[in-house]
């Protein structure tokens, strides 16, 4: 472990003062939890996005092949207009 020093202005002091009086912990034990749960909130912020990436990917991938199954099955339909692609919109 490695001791930090960290200045706090007034406002923050006095709200970390608050937290740490309400659940009567040391004031350093209210900081490491706050910062703890700041970083396990960013992970899991990171993780969502990613997991929302790969779902709008997925999503669009599916579309594709959707839009390509549907153009071997009515050929006709993409040069009478009836299928738009994105793209030719």
């Known amino acids: 472990m490695r001791r930090l ?5 007034p406002t ?3 709200l970390v003062g608050e937290r740490a009086r309400a659940a ?11 910062v703890r749960s700041a970083l396990d909130r ?3 912020a990171d993780a969502a996005a990613a997991d929302q990436a790969l779902v709008t990917l997925s999503g ?9 199954l549907l153009e071997e ?3 006709d339909a993409v040069r ?3 299928i738009r692609r994105a ?3």
């Not at 020093?5 to 202005?9: H, P, Y």
């Not at 009567?24 to 706050?34: F, G």
């Not at 669009?60 to 390509?68: K, S």
């Open 5 to 9: 020093q960290v200045r706090f202005s």
């Open 12 to 14: 923050e002091l006095e």
């Open 24 to 34: 009567a912990m040391p004031m350093s034990t209210a900081v490491r939890q706050l």
């Open 42 to 44: 960013k992970a899991t």
């Open 60 to 68: 669009l991938v599916a579309a594709e092949h959707a839009l390509r």
């Open 73 to 75: 099955i009515v050929p």
């Open 80 to 82: 009478l207009g009836g």
């Open 87 to 89: 793209a030719d919109a």
